[in-house]
């Protein structure tokens, strides 16, 4: 009888193990992508349409500042697939080589002033007038962290631009002594909340931003707006400095036609799966037709600086983008 028994509970327990085993070897692929807050919306409906199209794939998101996000794998050594960012020379700046081996340049924007109906100065605000109303006392305005976030950095780099363009010399200053600290954000979708609430009048942003949330917005000139390549000559004129890979450094950063990277780490926990997602992302009837319903022109095809690059993109990626330039 006891024989009996210890045979039952053997088999019992076999079948456990084996009805588990199965259990895990089923459990859904992952692709755990780190990307830039500005891609926060287009990127949700991205995960939508593609878990839609790949059921047994799980996309896992993550929404910061693009030095933020260079920063969760460098430093922080989280677990992660791909990193999108609004600038692509973070990639190449904190990931080139030691994370990644490549970067393509996918999408790009233009900064604009975003507010809405309630801001102060709302009926008087223009393309002409917009630095004076800036500074005036009570004017509520920010931006988002230029050590986090490349909105950041741009937005003094349009400041700085708009001085030398307008011909106002000290304009920069007086601009940034007329917004406190505490009008600096981490990220700058998080200053969208701010304007919607009325506890700031004026933010800076991308267009697409802008246009997904419903804003109100200021044009600037090419010559000052960074979202225009034939303007960047002048948009080098302007040079900020943002913190570097570690404490106590820092990187210049010179004014530049915004483009936005992405890549696959090279220690990628999900390799296969998030060649699968890049290859959608970068598919003109896919991802970039999502950026371009979204208000973000996206780069059609998508470019990378050489042909040595082009051959470190995995296979199936390689017809989908082509070289800018040749080495």
Known sequence: MKRAVFIFLAFVCFVFAETSGGAEEKAPEKVIIFHAGSLSVPFAR???DFEKSHPGIDVEREAAGSQACARKITDLKKPCDIMASADYRVIDKFLIPQYADWNVRFATNRMVLAYTEESKYAAEINGSNWFDILAEEGVVWGHSDPDLDPCGYRTLLVLKLAEKYYQKPGLYRRLIDNRPVGNIRPKSVELVALL??????????????????DLKYIELPPEINLGDPGYDDFYRRAVV???GKKPGEFIEMKGQSITYGITRLKNAPHPAAADLFLSYLLSPAGGLKV????????LAPPEVPSGKML??????LRSLVKVEKSE
Do not use: F
């Open 196 to 213: 919607q609430t009325g506890n700031m009048d004026y933010a800076w942003e991308y267009r697409s931003v802008a246009v997904q949330h």
């Open 311 to 316: 051959q470190k993109l995995p296979g199936g």
């Open 46 to 48: 991205m995960e939508a």
């Open 241 to 243: 400095e943002v913190a």
């Open 291 to 298: 950026l371009k319903e979204m208000g973000q022109m996206p």
